[in-house]
């Protein structure tokens, strides 16, 4: 993978990441995660897995930064 393939995938998990957290809240606000567990629990698995290859793919990101210093002026840190 590209640097700039890192940079998508990263960007993409973290909105799968934001919208699960703010699905789990509305969830929570209006009681779902108890009238609704078991949709609540996948909801919160699909977000556990999304953090796990966020970090995954961070280090994996990281370590083709250090393997190839020219990659790092291409990277976006944001």
């Known amino acids: ?7 998508f995938v990263l960007a993409e998990l973290q909105r799968l990441i934001d919208d699960a957290k703010s699905l789990m809240t509305k969830f929570e606000t209006v ?3 108890q009238q609704l567990p078991g949709e609540y629990h996948a909801l ?13 793919y ?5 370590d083709l930064i250090e393997s190839d ?10």
């Open 58 to 62: 961070t280090y994996e990101a990281l």
């Open 31 to 33: 009681e779902f995660d």
């Open 1 to 7: 993978m590209t640097v700039e393939d890192y940079e």
């Open 44 to 56: 919160h698995e699909l977000y556990t897995r999304a953090v796990k290859a966020q970090k995954r």
């Open 69 to 78: 210093t020219s990659a790092l002026e291409n990277f976006n840190f944001n």
